[in-house]
């Protein structure tokens, strides 16, 4: 059995993994979990786990309104804390170092009507100070990796599931109030946090090095997820290509508004042979998982 460190508390998806391995993995994989808040993580002997899994960061904020000092602060906890955790497990002789990075290294989602296909040998070009401090981390933990350090770094498309936080709730809530949605043809890489789990199960019992982009077996549209989500929750939602022409119109608005409509309309996704292992994860299809996050 491998033991397992999570660094950082009460995060979303540190909690869901705890969960998804005592429920399916418990005989080959044990959880601890340490805060990282106050500093005394650094007194802990990490000599005893296998893997330690960082998951401590701050998560995605509005990047366009933020002062200098706040800024500073994503690279002090999503940075440099990242790196320090990564050289006190390999300095405790901890054999593998899990990284939660992002897609957002990758920069924004294209806009309204433009394609984002993002493969293997796409550069990361992050668009924000968010972004280019999980950069900054996803390099520098990499540099650790040794012979007898393995460095495992996901960059996960957005992470979604029962009592996620985020794009998705925002996008439930539309989808049991609206009675019709822009039917738009936008593609986006996705990955519910099932999947997720049950990727970071293999690649901690099977000790994988390198960097991964595990997603969904589909691509998800938008207007495909608000229509199934609607369905799941019973609420009847229309999807109308008669309302395109507002979406397309508050793509170009400066500002907020564009950013907004991007986001939920625009297109971002990892060629799905980037995904593909050798092992399964993909073991939820986007309607079950949908029907899952909102049971």
Not at 38 to 66: L, M
Not at 99 to 119: H, P, Q
Not at 264 to 281: E, H, I, P, V
Request: charged letters at 25%.
């Amino acid at each position: 059995m491998k033991k397992v460190l999570i660094t950082g508390a009460n995060s979303y998806i540190g909690v869901s993994f705890e969960n998804y391995v005592h429920e399916r993995y418990s005989s080959e994989l044990s959880i601890d979990t340490v805060d990282m808040i106050d500093g005394s993580w650094r007194e802990k002997n990490f000599s005893s786990y296998d893997v330690v899994y960082h998951v401590a960061g701050i998560a995605h904020a509005d990047v366009g309104n933020v002062s200098d000092e706040v800024k500073t602060k994503y690279y002090v906890i999503n940075t440099d804390l990242a790196i320090e955790t990564a050289k006190k497990a390999k300095a405790d002789g901890v054999k593998q170092f899990v990284f939660m990075s992002t897609a957002i290294v990758y920069g924004d989602s294209a806009s309204y009507g433009k394609r984002k296909r993002i493969t293997a040998d796409t550069e990361p070009q992050p668009a924000n100070f968010y972004g280019d401090s999980k950069w900054q981390a996803d390099k520098g933990v990499r540099e650790l990796a040794d012979e007898r350090f393995t460095v495992t770094v996901l960059r996960p498309p957005m992470i979604y599931g029962k009592n996620s936080k985020g794009n998705y709730p925002t996008l439930a809530k539309m989808a049991k109030n609206l009675p019709i949605f822009p039917d738009v043809q936008n593609e986006r890489s996705m990955l519910y946090i099932e999947n997720l789990c049950e990727f970071l199960s293999q690649v901690m019992i099977r000790g994988k090095n390198g960097i991964f982009w595990p997603q969904n077996a589909e691509y998800t549209r938008t207007s495909d997820m608000v229509k199934i989500i609607g369905e799941v929750s019973g609420h009847k939602v229309r999807v109308s290509k008669a309302w395109n022409w507002v979406v397309g119109l508050a793509s170009h608005v400066p500002g907020k508004i564009s950013g907004l409509a991007n986001k939920a309309f625009g297109n971002m996704s990892y060629d799905q042979s980037m995904s593909k292992y050798d092992f399964n994860y993909q073991i939820v299809d986007l309607r079950t998982s949908i029907k899952r996050a909102e049971e």
